[in-house]
């Protein structure tokens, strides 16, 4: 069984804020859902190193909900750490949560497609997408990776109760503010599963056509290294307008 752990960072897929210059895939307060802003920078949970949080307070009115997750995912980043000399790349943890960190706004666009979100928004209770991923040696960062597979499955297949609950909690929080729910990707490689949980909006806030070809933009930025992935749209001409 791979060892699950959380996303450093949560991130929305909503309506852009009037800050904001990217449009999609913002990394968001983990109490108050505030989205990160290039001056106010956010604060990392000293335990897990993965949580953010906009402010001390929020981080100290979030501690008696996160303190069990908290300690689960320092728990399991150690036992990576302890079992890595049997990986290829010792550092593959890290590298994985560069990855994610990296590549956000793409990995939010792209489990939004592949569950097809926008047609069927219900997808978003049942299902979870996989990205495998292959360890290259590359000296650039965003890509000591290459995209193996990808597959929709069941969200049961997170057998993890911890990660579970901490999918729910973001689940009922998005709910609350009027979203559909959080959108799982699991990025894996060598037994390990970074767990991704994605705050969607509602779909009608979503302007984002529905196309099929996600897998293959997937291939194409992660290959290229490229981290400037853009939200591909069709304009209200009817041109579709790619983001690369
Ligand atoms: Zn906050
Ligand atoms: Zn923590």
Redesign the pocket.
């Known amino acids: 069984m791979p060892a699950y752990y959380s996303q450093p960072a949560a991130a929305n897929y909503s309506s852009p804020p009037p800050h904001a210059q990217k449009q999609r895939g913002y990394r968001i307060c983990d109490q108050c859902g505030q989205v990160e802003t290039p001056v106010v920078r956010f604060r990392l949970?000293g335990?897990?190193m993965?949580?953010q949080y906009c402010s001390q307070e929020c981080q100290k009115v979030h501690w008696p909900h996160?303190k069990a997750i908290?300690q689960h995912?320092t728990s399991q980043i150690a036992s990576i750490k302890q079992h890595a000399a049997s990986y290829p790349d010792e550092n593959i943890a890290k590298n994985l949560r560069k990855f994610c960190s990296a590549h956000t706004s793409l990995l939010c666009w792209v489990g939004f497609q592949a569950l097809q979100l926008k047609r069927v928004p219900s997808n978003i209770r049942q299902h979870a997408l996989i990205i495998d991923l292959a360890p290259h040696n590359h000296p650039e960062g965003q890509r000591r990776f290459s995209v193996a597979s990808t597959r929709i499955v069941k969200r049961s297949y997170i057998g993890d109760p911890l990660v579970l609950a901490d999918i729910q909690r973001r689940d009922d929080r998005c709910r609350q503010n009027g979203g559909i729910g959080a959108l799982v990707v699991l990025v894996q490689c060598a037994g390990i599963s970074q767990v991704m949980p994605i705050e969607v909006d509602p779909p009608s806030k979503i302007s984002w056509d529905t196309r099929e070809d996600w897998a293959a933009v997937l291939h194409h930025f992660v290959e290229s290294g490229r981290t400037d992935f853009q939200p591909i749209s069709t304009t209200a001409r009817g041109n579709i307008q790619y983001g690369y």
């Open positions: 949970c335990g897990c993965v949580t996160h908290c995912t």
